[in-house]
């Protein structure tokens, strides 16, 4: 009885933390309630929804006069974002006037106190790294444009009541998906992690996309993934970039399935000739045998010569293949384009999933079992966007699994902002807690970022163990020594 007694009291004294948390998002213009009493007006979006009136316009007015203030010391760059003991704030205009404004909760301690009186409660404020939570907000305006267009788009088209109803509808399900504790430099990069080819696969894969192009002349864009990696795409680097983060991140963990289905599933392969055929819709249509099916794929805008263009984005896969191919929002998708489509992809997309994969595994037969690396990196190449990280067992909108602790995914970070403010290339070492040192090297555009498990290491060692990184996995690589 006494033992459990002294448990209970034990586990009360433990100190509780708390990761960084949104506590509002908001949206504004300033110019559309110029006038004392109209204050309300220059707010479109608001979350939480459920604020008092007043409060919002108090906090929308904060934002306004801190940015005004901050324009007094340098005009051409306001303020980004505003430190509080709390919290933190971050602003950005992605369009004239149009203002985005997310404001996050530092990550906090609870301490209990003795004698029944209420926990202390101590706020970490330079856990959140700026670059980090900045790049979000960036990324939340690429995402809403994606699908929507910009915001001025909406309002040439409706005014403000068209744009406050979109920025509802999109925001209220997107801020949804937001977890921010597992935000770190992979945001900040937001690169796109490349499946590696040989020669002869890649020139198949080119082919497929070729010859369905000229096939169904309607497609203007294809993008091929493999393993929610990318092989080939048509688009412009910045709309496939937010592309593929939205496949990767939302549309592709929704319809996760096993790589071959078994006997009983729906999945079952229906056979084409003599051409297994495991294809799928994952837009639009369900089933393309439903009598009731409907031929509604979402729309995108992407870069277009004169602005921007809108196409119907269509997502079909087979086994762990995918091909996205776009068409112009302005033609009507019918039933028969769906199933020529799916005649023509299906097989042949099957087949090169079955291509693809085999490759992949004599590859890694070839190379030799691995074994777990004294080493973790994450690479970034600025000129194609490649992203490459052994430290991210998985990351999705939800999941962020990583393989070391959230204290050297800081220094990372600090390491990133280092390079950010100066354009020569670089090299930082650091010892960071007891057994780990921490590598950051950029050079010609391209960034890598190690972490070294050695505790008895020196300087030299660290240097060299890096060295023979560099040589293996980055060997038709130049960095700079």
């Known amino acids: ?37 109209e204050e309300e007006k220059k707010i479109l979006f608001y979350h939480p929804s459920d604020i008092e009136k007043n409060e919002k ?12 203030f901050t324009r007094t010391f340098c005009p051409t760059k306001p303020a980004k974002s505003l430190h509080t003991q709390k ?12 203002w985005i404004v997310m404001v996050v909760r530092n990550p906090m301690i609870e301490k209990p106190n003795k004698d029944g009186k209420p926990p202390t409660i101590e706020y970490q404020e330079e856990e959140i790294l700026d670059t980090v939570y900045g790049a979000v907000v960036r990324q939340c305006y690429s995402m809403y444009k994606l699908f929507n267009g910009t915001f001025g788009r909406a309002m040439e088209a409706g005014g403000v009541e068209l744009l406050t109803q979109k920025l509802e509808k999109f925001f209220y399900r997107y801020l949804q998906t937001l977890h921010l504790q ?23 894969i080119q082919s497929f996309v070729n010859r369905v192009e000229e096939s169904l002349s309607l497609i203007k864009y294809t993008a091929f993934l493999y393993n929610d990696q ?80 809108e196409l119907h984005l269509i997502v079909y896969k087979a086994m762990s293949a995918a091909a996205c191919f776009m068409i112009s929002a302005s033609v009507e998708l019918t039933r028969d384009f769906c199933e020529q489509l799916d005649g023509l992809v299906g097989p042949q997309l099957t ?39 052994t430290i991210h067992m998985r990351k999705t909108a939800s999941v962020c699994l990583t393989s070391v602790h959230p204290d050297l995914m800081k220094i990372l970070g600090d390491i990133n902002c280092d390079f950010a403010r100066v354009d020569e290339d670089e090299e930082i070492i650091v010892k960071a807690m007891t057994d780990y040192w921490v590598v950051g090297k950029k050079s010609d555009q391209r960034e890598l970022y190690v972490i070294l498990n050695q ?27």
């Open 230 to 309: 990318l092989i080939w795409s048509g688009l412009e680097q910045d709309d496939m970039r937010i592309l593929y983060k939205y496949l990767t991140t939302s549309l592709f963990p929704r319809h996760s399935e096993p790589e071959l289905a078994g006997r009983d599933s729906p999945l079952r392969p229906e056979v084409a000739g003599n051409l297994l055929h495991y294809g799928r819709f994952l837009t639009g249509p369900t089933n393309l045998k439903d009598p009731e099916a409907k031929f509604r794929f979402p729309k995108i805008f992407v870069t277009a010569e004169d602005g921007y263009e």
């Open 1 to 37: 009885m006494c033992s459990a007694t002294s448990y209970k009291m034990a586990s009360a004294m433990q100190e509780k933390q708390y990761t960084p948390s949104l506590l509002s998002f908001f949206i504004y213009n300033p110019t559309f309630g110029p006038r004392e009493g």
């Open 57 to 68: 316009i108090r906090n929308v007015g904060l934002c306004e006069a801190i940015v005004q």
């Open 87 to 98: 919290n933190r704030q971050f602003f950005f205009e992605p369009e004239d006037n149009f």
């Open 182 to 204: 597992s935000c770190d430099l992979l945001d900040v990069f937001g690169g796109i992690s490349f499946f590696p080819l040989d020669k002869m696969t890649y020139l198949k």
């Open 351 to 389: 087949l090169l999933a079955s291509d693809i994969c085999e490759q992949f595994t004599i590859n890694r037969r070839i190379s030799g079992p691995e074994k777990e690396p004294q080493f973790k990196f994450i690479y970034f190449n600025h000129m194609n966007l490649a992203e490459k990280s």
């Open 455 to 481: 505790k008895n290491a020196n300087l030299i060692e660290v240097n060299e163990e890096v060295k023979r990184l560099c040589a293996t996995q980055f060997n038709n690589i130049f960095f700079l020594d």
